[in-house]
RNA sequence: GCCCUUGUAGCUCAGUGGUAGAGCACUCCCUUGGUAAGGGAGAGGUCACGAGUUCAAAUCUCGUCAAGGGCUCCA
């Protein structure tokens, strides 16, 4: 069985819940350090903290680190921790600390050194090695466990995270108190693998992206493209019931909409170049928003016309630098699940919880249902007057606090032209993705001259929110992919049921069945392939078939079909008619299965 | 864009300078078989692309493109 949420027995702390791991990965990266030194006299030291489920140090070394050099690193660790070296903390001067890194010549030390204030501290680890150091650690190497550790890889890094300075090898690295631990901790690495959505993309088929085409440019194949389209119709209707009317908007426009936007000045860098066409250059946009505004402007409106909500299945096309593709989750050419609300300011919280109430009915229908939010104010740099951030920033507030949501305020985070919150999902096996965003937008009604008709006969500046529930329907279907590890809920599955006839001769009796599927709107087919029902069962496993229907002499004769389900195992011989009305509930309904409320 | 690694059949990969390989998938034949691979035969490749070195390049060198692990970026 392969339910979407195998999760582990044994639980693994990450390195901010656990005092005892920080300092052993903390006291890893010493180590490390000290035995990259020994074997690499030239290697220069930098920083070596600990991350979440490790650690890692950045060297300056004049050659990269092979994957040879790890094993080589790794075994003088280990000589290391063998040796049950104290590590001990001094807390020195100014003055002392100098000299003693340039007693080592380590001038990225003292670079660090000229940036800490008092006290200065050094961690020794043995006689003959220390680093500059905050700690905590542990106090004796024999509190590392040799089997609980490894060096997983070696990337590049910049000094200071800056890339226009010195570019460092970054050697990686995990620390558990356990063998166990680190088993598990391998285990979960593989489940992720596992459910890699660019692997399950092609081994079920879903979609590619093409070399001939260039990158980050998505080709849906028929059975992605059929989740997909359930994913949007699902959406459709659910904005429709929300309030809201749809939009359609052209691929491209005159530039000089986008001088107006204000994008080209300050995005410039992510889009796709300008094209001429007659006498005009036409830009492909990056974003929708210009196009709902001048749908907006298109008429004078009415303070009663408000609030209009208005989205669109958006496809955009963003210069993405090489190197940063990254199968579905990011890309060049994607669809937005746009929306933006222009309402007056005593709507805005009204509209944020009608947003976080649709946000919350689409994403759980996905099995996200653990949100993280977070709340970002106005940044130094900002545009609009006081008055008005005050009203839209408590207005996100006052409609967290109405939806009853934790979250956290990330003060100054904010972009420049209005305040937002993004929520972050969590998925099967733990990780937060961030997929919905909430704008509040000062900026663009400013630069197009929005506005509407008030009561007293006046003109008046609406207010416009951003809004996205996927962000984009390619990286939402990469998260759900993994989510689901490829076994999407029954009313998902591009193919829902195949028919798996034992032999020749009832071929006809699940000819007669299939078009009792079709006509009831259920997605099935027939396995021809002529192979044993062995192979037709593990072809139809691997491609995660939510429904296996086994077809022989039997069944034809009393008009049956023994059902496998992937969520309910082995249901046996089941009747035409229930199978055809569970499954076809299961659709209308959207169900994860047609049989969970037969069992 | 930067560092490292990689690019061979639809997929997963082997092949270290001397005529291009395997398994699965595909096509055909035999088999009509009851819950995760029945047997046989066949077809399929400009070894990512371009240049260079060499009598000879999948193999060595350089460049381009793309992918993977990171960094930076993702208003």
Redo the contacts with the bound molecule.
């Keep these: 069985?392969?339910a979407p949420s195998a999760v582990a027995a044994l639980s693994l702390p990450k390195t901010s819940e656990s005092e005892n791991l920080l300092k052993i990965r903390h006291s890893m990266s010493h180590v490390l350090a000290m035995a990259v030194q020994k074997l690499f006299p030239k290697a220069q030291v930098t920083i070596g903290p600990w991350t979440e489920n490790g650690f890692?140090y950045d060297f300056d070394n004049p050659?990269?680190?092979?994957?040879a050099d790890l094993k080589a690193i790794k075994k003088e660790m280990g000589k290391i921790i063998g040796r049950r070296l104290p590590l001990e903390r001094l807390v020195v001067s100014r003055e002392e600390a100098e000299a003693r890194i340039k007693a080592q010549n380590e001038p990225y030390k003292l670079e660090i050194l000229a940036g800490i204030t008092e006290p200065i501290s050094l961690y020794t680890l043995g006689e003959d090695w220390w680093d500059l150091c905050a700690g905590p650690h542990v106090a004796n190497t024999s509190e590392l466990n040799p089997k609980a550790f490894e060096l997983?890889?070696?990337?590049?890094?910049?000094w200071r995270?800056?890339?226009t300075k010195a570019?460092?090898?970054?050697i990686?690295g995990t620390a558990w108190e356990t063998p166990e631990q680190l088993a598990e901790y391998k285990r979960r690495k593989e489940e992720a693998l596992r459910r890699?959505h660019?692997?399950l993309g092609?081994?079920l088929d879903l979609f590619?992206?093409e070399?001939?085409a260039?990158?980050?440019l998505v080709f849906w194949h028929p059975r992605g493209a059929r989740t997909r389209l359930l994913i949007e119709d699902f959406w459709r209707q659910a904005h429709f019931d929300a309030g809201y009317e749809l939009l359609y908007t052209p691929h491209v426009a005159d530039l000089s909409l986008w001088k107006t936007s204000?994008?080209l000045d300050?995005?410039s860098?992510?889009m796709f170049g300008p094209m001429q066409v007659d006498e005009r250059q036409y830009q492909l946009k990056?974003?929708n928003?210009p196009f709902h505004v001048l749908t907006y402007a298109s008429t004078l409106r009415s303070y009663r016309e408000l609030p209009i909500r208005w989205a669109e299945l958006g496809t955009v096309y963003?210069y993405?630098?090489?190197?940063?593709?990254?199968?579905l989750m990011?890309v060049r050419g994607f669809t937005q699940d746009d929306a933006h609300v222009f309402c007056l300011p005593d709507q805005i919280t009204g509209e944020i919880v009608r947003i976080l109430d649709l946000t919350e009915q689409i994403l759980s229908m996905f099995d996200f249902k653990t949100y993280e939010i977070n709340l970002s104010t106005r940044p130094e740099k900002s545009i609009g007057d006081d008055a008005v951030w005050d009203l839209a920033t408590n207005g996100l507030i006052e409609a967290l606090e109405r939806k009853g949501w934790a979250y956290k305020i990330d003060a100054g985070g904010g972009?420049?032209?209005g305040p937002k919150i993004d929520l972050k999902i969590e998925d099967a096996i733990g990780r937060m993705w961030q997929c919905s965003t909430i704008?509040l937008d000062f900026n663009l009604p400013e630069r197009f001259d929005l506005e509407y008709v008030a009561a007293d006969g006046t003109r008046q500046r609406p207010i416009m929110i951003?809004r996205a529930i996927f962000g984009s329907l390619e990286r939402f279907f990469g998260i759900m992919t993994e989510n689901y590890a490829g076994d999407f809920p029954f009313w998902l599955a591009p193919e829902q049921i195949r028919l798996?006839?034992?032999?020749?001769?009832?071929r006809p009796y699940a000819e007669q069945l299939l078009a009792r599927f079709k006509a009831a709107g259920v997605r099935a087919s027939i396995d021809c392939?002529?192979?044993?029902?062995?192979?037709?069962?593990?072809?139809?496993?691997?491609m995660k078939i939510p429904v296996?229907?086994?077809?022989?002499?039997?069944?034809?004769?009393t008009n049956q079909?023994?059902?496998?389900s992937?969520r309910d195992g082995?249901l046996?011989?089941m009747d035409q008619q229930t199978l055809l009305e569970a499954t076809e509930r299961a659709n209308r309904e959207r169900l994860l299965s047609p049989f969970a409320a037969l069992g």
Excluded at 152 to 158: I, L, P, Q, R
Excluded at 167 to 170: A, D, F, H, N
Excluded at 320 to 327: A, F, I, K, T
């Design positions: 069985m392969s890692y050659e990269p680190f092979t994957e997983e890889s070696v990337a590049g890094a910049y995270g800056d890339e570019q460092l090898q970054r990686y890699d660019r692997r092609s081994d590619s992206i070399d001939e260039g990158a980050g204000g994008h300050f995005y860098e992510s990056p974003m928003c963003r993405e630098r090489p190197g940063v593709m990254h199968g990011r972009a420049f032209y704008q951003h798996l006839p034992v032999t020749d001769e009832v392939s002529g192979d044993r029902l062995g192979k037709l069962i593990r072809n139809g496993e691997h296996l229907a086994v077809i022989g002499a039997k069944e034809a004769e079909a023994s059902v496998r992937r082995d046996g011989p």
